[in-house]
C-alpha cells in the first residue's frame, strides 16, 4: 500500500463518526447523499461508509454551513463546489450590504463637506461684515 492510501485503520465507519462528531448517523448519510462530490466517502465491502479524516473535515463544514450559517441544501452545494472551498453565498450577500452601507456613508460625508464649506464661506462672510461695521 502506499503512502497516498490510507490505511484501513485510518477510516472510520458512520458509527464512529457519528460518535466523533455528535451528528446522527441518519443525518451522515443524508449529507453523504447531498454532498457526495464534496466529501468523498470511500466506499468498503457491503458498500459500507469509510470515512477519511479529510471527510470528517468537509462533513462537518457541510453542518456548519447548514445549520450555523443557514445556508439552504442548494445554497450549501453552490459555496462547495463553485466558491473555491469558502462560502459564496451568504457573505456576497452580507458583502454587498457592507459595499452600499460604505457607498451611503461616503455620501453622507461628502453632503457633509459640502455643508461644512458653506458653513464656513458664511461665517468669513459674517466677519468680513462684522470687520466693516466696527470699523
Known amino acids: 500500500m502506499s503512502e497516498s492510501q490510507s ?7 458512520i458509527k464512529e463518526v457519528s460518535q466523533k462528531t455528535g451528528l446522527p448517523a441518519s ?8 454532498f457526495s462530490e ?20 468537509r462533513l462537518l463544514a457541510v453542518h456548519r ?14 459555496a ?13 450577500q452580507g458583502l454587498a450590504q457592507c459595499q452600499a452601507e460604505i457607498s451611503r456613508l461616503k455620501e453622507q460625508v461628502a453632503e457633509l463637506d459640502r ?8 461665517q468669513r462672510r459674517t466677519l468680513t461684515l462684522v470687520d466693516s461695521l466696527t470699523r
Open 7 to 13: 490505511p484501513a485503520t485510518h477510516l472510520l465507519g
Open 27 to 34: 443525518t451522515i448519510r443524508y449529507y453523504d447523499q447531498q
Open 38 to 57: 464534496f466529501l468523498d466517502v470511500k466506499r468498503g465491502a457491503g458498500r459500507r461508509r469509510l470515512f477519511s479524516p479529510e471527510s470528517v473535515e
Open 65 to 78: 454551513l447548514l445549520k450555523e450559517e443557514g445556508l439552504s441544501m442548494r445554497q450549501a452545494r453552490q
Open 80 to 92: 462547495l463546489t463553485g466558491g473555491q472551498g469558502a462560502p459564496e453565498v451568504a457573505p456576497p
Open 115 to 122: 455643508k461644512l464649506g458653506e458653513l464656513k464661506e458664511i
